[in-house]
């Protein structure tokens, strides 16, 4: 069974700060999501990385592959208020026809304005 | 578009009571569907997955069940609810080989 561990587990900062949160494993994956959750709604996929070593932006949120496809970050950069939410990665596993989809427990993201 | 329903939005019952939770998915054919628990603020426990009409998948043993009886629809149950049930229930849909999870706006269950 693949392991997700997601760092810090709550970071809540002031608007117009940087953070980074990162989601680690000892299990190679063949690809990475991340998903961004608000209270009382189903997450949402923000961004799917399948290449080690890719990085993939999205306005003001950055994403990286471990090169080794073990680890990911994502980058918030200048956050809003907006960027609330609880943050989600899962990592992809295939091991002959078999799916695995593993979810990381989450890092609450708190932007105070 | 591809749009995904789920209902009850939330739903209290007692203990030992039965359970139907609903789930159906628009504008694709033969997904892959999923339903998940989520503990409050936490990460997603996947209870059941389905690749087909009467194919379920279950990853945890307990005293829920689910059914597919039709290409999108997903049906989450319980002949008896225990305190334990309580929780955040998301149906989620996937197609394609990366898949990526397309989630319901989730039902919010108490047992009390």
């Known amino acids: 069974t693949q392991l997700l561990e997601q760092s810090p587990q709550f970071l809540s900062i002031q608007e117009g700060e940087n953070l980074t949160v990162y989601c680690n494993s000892s299990s190679v994956f063949s690809s990475l999501q991340w998903y961004r959750q608000e209270p009382g709604e189903g997450p949402v996929l923000l961004v799917t990385?399948?290449?080690?070593?890719e990085v993939k932006k999205l306005k003001r949120l950055t994403f990286q592959f471990g090169d080794a496809r073990k680890d990911s970050s994502l980058h918030i950069t200048a956050a809003q208020p907006g960027d609330t939410g609880l943050y989600l990665c899962a990592g992809l596993a295939i091991s002959g026809s078999a799916r695995q989809l593993t979810f990381g427990s989450g890092t609450q993201l708190t932007v105070l304005p | 578009s591809q749009t995904i329903h789920q209902w009850p939005a939330t739903l209290v019952q007692p203990v030992g009571s039965p359970l139907s939770l609903e789930c159906t998915v628009e504008g694709t054919s033969n997904p892959n569907l999923y339903w998940y628990r989520q503990a409050a603020g936490r990460g997603l426990q996947l209870l059941f997955y389905?690749?087909?009409?009467?194919?379920i998948s279950s990853e945890v043993p307990q005293n829920l069940s689910a059914s597919r009886p039709q290409d999108r629809q997903f049906i989450l149950s319980s002949k008896k609810l225990l305190l334990s049930d309580s929780g955040f229930y998301l149906c989620?849909?996937?197609?394609?080989?990366?898949?990526?999870?397309?989630f319901g706006p989730g039902t919010r269950l108490t047992v009390t």
């Open positions: 990385v399948v290449t080690g070593g």
């Open positions: 989620a849909w996937s197609a394609g080989q990366l898949y990526e999870q397309y």
């Open positions: 389905s690749v087909g009409i009467g194919q």
